[in-house]
Structure formats: structure tokens, C-alpha cells
């Protein structure tokens, strides 16, 4: 129970790592606050899973790419639970395009969503936790893709290199409040995101076989790291970046 009496919110918390984090989370004994955007059917899951853990849970709808969206998240998660204390910035988009000929739309979305949504996520949380002033931690669902590159993706590393960088600044910013920043880092990890590019048997045993410990990542691998990183088990950690990828990054050959 290392997160007992802990306030947490989620954003992008419908499917994938969103949903395997807030239930871990609640295993853990946190109340969540979820958003979600599109997938009513998803979050209406992920709160069953929540609450069959004997936890409470709201549901938050909103566009983070809304700046209103971040305030009107915060105020919701205090107003049911009496404050805020961790806040998992995980909401992201991923449309794999060829870079030459990448639409404006698709990568200004992307930004829009990764980035700037991160970004008045991360500022609206941090200005509730000052404000309480018994600290806080927030975590940033960034990727091993702020590490490297990918042919496809040239409009999305970018932003998952800026949100790691994002908790950096803010490690330092927020350090004299109590407040740790961190980011995650996962590889590859089966959800939506990736399904359709997973779906070539070929593609997916290729990546398998990249990875020592030999099998691709689950929602649940990324959410054992956050649990922690939103504990005061990691009460010295902040401005830190944790891998998630089997082994993936190390392995060049
Ligand atoms: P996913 O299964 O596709 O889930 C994405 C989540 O983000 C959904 O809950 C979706 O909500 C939400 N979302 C998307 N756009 C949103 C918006 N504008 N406003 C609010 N919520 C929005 O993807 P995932 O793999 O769990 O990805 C979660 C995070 O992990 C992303 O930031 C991704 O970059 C990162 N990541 C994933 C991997 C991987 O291999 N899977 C690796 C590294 C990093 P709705 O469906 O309700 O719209």
C-alpha cells in the first residue's frame, strides 16, 4: 500500500497505460481522478476496475490540448477528494507518417496534444500543489523514443524529448515547493497506440527478439515505476528519467 491516503490523476487514463497505471495505483491504495477524451466506453472500464479495488474514482472528460482542460481537471480532482498529490501526465498521441511528406496538421496535433498538453497539465497541477504546500509529485509518461529516433515519428520524438525535458525545468522549479518531477521512459509497450504497426507478425517478432527479456512491455510494467516514483518511497528522487524497455535502448547489436 505505498500509496495510501494519495490523491492521484491521470490524464489519457481510458486504455492502455492510462488504465494499467490508475489501477495499479488504486491497488496501492491511491483515490483517482481520471481524464479521458474519446473513449466513454474505455473510462467507464477503468472506473469499474478502480472502484472493484475498493477505491474511489471521478472521471474527467476534456481535450488536454484545451489549455482550460488543466484547471478544470485540478479543480474537479480537489473538489472530490480534497487535493491533488501526484499527477501523471500520459495522454498522447502517436500517428506514425513518413516525414517528407507529414501533413502541418498532423504534426501541430501531435504537439498540441504531447506537448502542450503536458505542458498546462503540469502547470496547472504544480500551482494546486504549491497552493496545499505538503509537496507533490508529478510524472511525465515520456518514451525511449526521447532517445532515439524513429523514420516514422519525426513529429512525435520530439515531444516525448520535451515533456522528459519539461520535468527537468520543473524538478528545479518546484524543488523549493516539495515537488518532484520525473519522467518515465517506456519502450515498447502493446496497446492501441501500436497495434496497428504490431499487427505484421514479422514487425512484432523483430521487436520481441530485440529485447532481452524477450517479450513486449504491458500497461502494468510502466504503471510498477510510476507507483513508485509517486511514492515517498523515491522522497530524493526528481529531474530523474526511468527506462522501462525490457533491456530495449542498451541493445544496439
Ligand atoms: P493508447 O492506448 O492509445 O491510449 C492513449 C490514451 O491517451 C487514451 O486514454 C486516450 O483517451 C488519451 N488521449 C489521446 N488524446 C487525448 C486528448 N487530446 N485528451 C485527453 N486524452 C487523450 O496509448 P498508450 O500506449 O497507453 O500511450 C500512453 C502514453 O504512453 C502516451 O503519451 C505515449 O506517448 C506513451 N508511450 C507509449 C508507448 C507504447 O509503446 N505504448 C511507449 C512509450 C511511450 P481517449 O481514447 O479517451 O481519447
Same mark, same amino acid.
Given at each position: ?36 477524451? @474519446? ?25 488536454? $490540448? ?12 480537489? #473538489? ?53 504546500g505538503?509537496?507533490?509529485?508529478? !510524472? ?6 526521447a ?5 516514422? @515519428? ?5 515531444? #516525448? ?6 520535468? @527537468? ?9 516539495? !515537488? ?31 529485447i ?12 510498477g515505476?510510476?507507483?513508485?516514483? $509517486? ?5 530524493y ?12 535502448f542498451?541493445?544496439?547489436?
Open positions: 500500500m505505498l500509496l495510501a491516503g494519495k490523491t492521484v490523476l491521470i490524464t489519457g487514463a481510458s486504455r492502455g497505460i492510462g488504465r494499467g497505471t490508475a489501477i495499479e495505483c488504486a491497488r496501492h491504495g491511491a483515490d483517482l481522478a481520471l481524464n479521458w477524451f @474519446q473513449d466513454r466506453e474505455g473510462i467507464e472500464e477503468t472506473l469499474a476496475a478502480v472502484r472493484a479495488l475498493g477505491r474511489r474514482a471521478i472521471e474527467v472528460e476534456g481535450d488536454v $490540448a484545451r489549455r482550460e482542460s488543466g484547471e478544470r481537471f485540478i479543480d474537479a480532482a480537489a #473538489k472530490a477528494f480534497g487535493g491533488v498529490d501526484v499527477f501523471v501526465n500520459n495522454a498522447g498521441i502517436c500517428p506514425f507518417h513518413a516525414f517528407l511528406d507529414t501533413p502541418p496538421e498532423v504534426f501541430e496535433r501531435t504537439m498540441a496534444v504531447n506537448l502542450h498538453g503536458a505542458y498546462y497539465m503540469t502547470q496547472a497541477a504544480a500551482r494546486r500543489m504549491r497552493e496545499q505538503r509537496g507533490g509529485s508529478l !510524472i511525465a509518461i515520456s518514451s525511449i523514443s532517445l532515439v529516433g524513429g523514420g516514422m @515519428q519525426a513529429h512525435y520524438t520530439p515531444t #516525448k524529448a520535451g515533456v522528459h525535458s519539461l520535468m @527537468q525545468s520543473c524538478a528545479i522549479a518546484l524543488g523549493p515547493h516539495g !515537488i518532484r518531477c520525473n519522467s518515465v521512459m517506456p519502450g515498447t509497450i502493446a496497446t492501441d497506440i501500436n497495434k496497428e504497426d504490431l499487427a505484421d507478425p514479422e514487425k512484432r517478432s523483430y521487436m520481441e527478439k530485440r532481452p527479456l524477450g517479450r513486449l512491455g504491458e500497461p502494468r510494467d510502466v504503471a515505476c510510476v507507483v513508485f516514483l $509517486a511514492s515517498d518511497l523515491a522522497r528522487v526528481t529531474g530523474a528519467a526511468v527506462l522501462v524497455d525490457g533491456g530495449l542498451v541493445n544496439l547489436q
